[in-house]
């Protein structure tokens, strides 16, 4: 079977508080259930190695490996990033989230994208605009004519919307209704399986350089409620969708940086900071309410607070735009610190965090690289 959609890449990014790494975690999780009951499948039908079945699929990027540490969604994205999925016009259209469960609160957040989008001191290349929302939904790769056409704008370098009618007869179709066999009779819920949909980003561009829209699948939203429900993380939040809220607001402003501005391949801990630095510059718009405003912080800094309130306090005592937040960040050499300790920064000054996170914060003049240094470092 020949290897389908091998150049749709998209970049994803774990939520600092849930490394993909850990096999407690999806997409860890859904793996392991699923080849519990794949094995059980292939067994009542007399069939051996359950394993080369689902290697299939994930060479052909239908799922996303057990030890995937990034978002796998190519086969989908690519078939959005052909153009060949239509865009409702408006967020509220939509159906984000099986049953579009999460469609009110990834509108909250299409809110929060104009906000964003008019802060003047993030570098947005003008060629590079903030994109609109769109549902990713898994059902799309039941249609067979739509995947062929991506085959065919991928490996054949052809539009998919002009493939020849021989090409998708005689060579493309035959490859395709063979993996949705396999999805089909194999892969639990068929396409309604969370590994198949299992991120959030943007397409590469298609042989017109244009890319798909935000795109949103489903099995993110269904990672989001697995993390919740099994209490994986502890916060003091009478309404869950307030926590998902904040995962899913760090996932987006992580990806917001990775695919909107000249910022990225730096470390994990570099976007927790910003994550910080951003936030905090425009929280008072985005949640009005103190306590929501700690819940996010909660969320936020989960994986080490030291980041976190170390960008709230580049920008709340610095008051340092994000060329100068950069290099102050490099200056403080942060990577791989340990949990519940080694934070560089004053104890006094990260006393003070707390304090700016409630109040929102206050457009100071810059102190200058320097003297933020000498503010924050111990």
Known sequence: MMKLFSSFFIIGMAANSASAADKKMPPHTFWSEMYKEVSGRMEALNVDAPVDILKILVENKVLAGYDSEQFTMQSLFGVY??????????????????????????????RIRGILSKDKELPVPESSPLLPFQAAKPSVLADADKMARTYCEEFLSIPAKKCPKEAMDEI?????????????????????????????????????????????????????????????????????????????????????????????????????????????????????????????????????????????????????GIDDTMKVIKQLN?????????????????????????????????????????????
């Open 81 to 110: 990033g052909a153009g060949l999925v239509n865009y409702s016009g408006t967020c509220k259209k939509e159906v984000f989230g099986k049953d579009g469960k999460y469609t009110d609160l990834i509108c909250k957040m299409d």
């Open 172 to 320: 493309i179709l035959p490859e395709i209704y063979a993996l949705q066999s396999l999805v089909t009779t194999y892969v639990p819920g068929s396409y309604d399986n969370p590994l198949l949909s299992y991120g959030i980003g943007v397409s590469l561009p298609n042989l017109s350089g244009v890319t798909s829209n935000f795109l949103w699948g489903d099995g993110f939203f269904k990672m989001l409620d697995d993390i919740i429900y099994n209490n994986a993380f502890e916060f003091k939040c009478d309404n869950r969708l307030c926590l998902i809220e904040g995962f899913v607001l760090s996932f987006m402003i992580n990806l917001y940086l990775v695919h909107n501005t000249k910022i990225s391949n730096e470390e994990d801990h570099v976007y927790t900071i910003l994550t910080g630095y951003l936030y905090h510059r425009q929280s008072k718009k985005i949640h009005q309410n103190r306590s929501a405003r700690f819940v996010m912080t909660q969320v936020f800094a989960s994986r080490h607070k030291c980041y976190y309130f170390t960008g709230v306090l580049i920008k709340e005592i610095c008051g340092l």
């Open 334 to 378: 942060m990577s791989n610190l340990k949990p519940g300790g080694g934070c560089p920064i004053r104890q006094t000054q990260l006393g003070k965090a707390n304090k700016f996170i409630r109040n929102g914060t206050k457009y100071k003049k810059s102190l200058g690289v320097e003297k933020c240094i000498k503010k924050l470092k111990k």
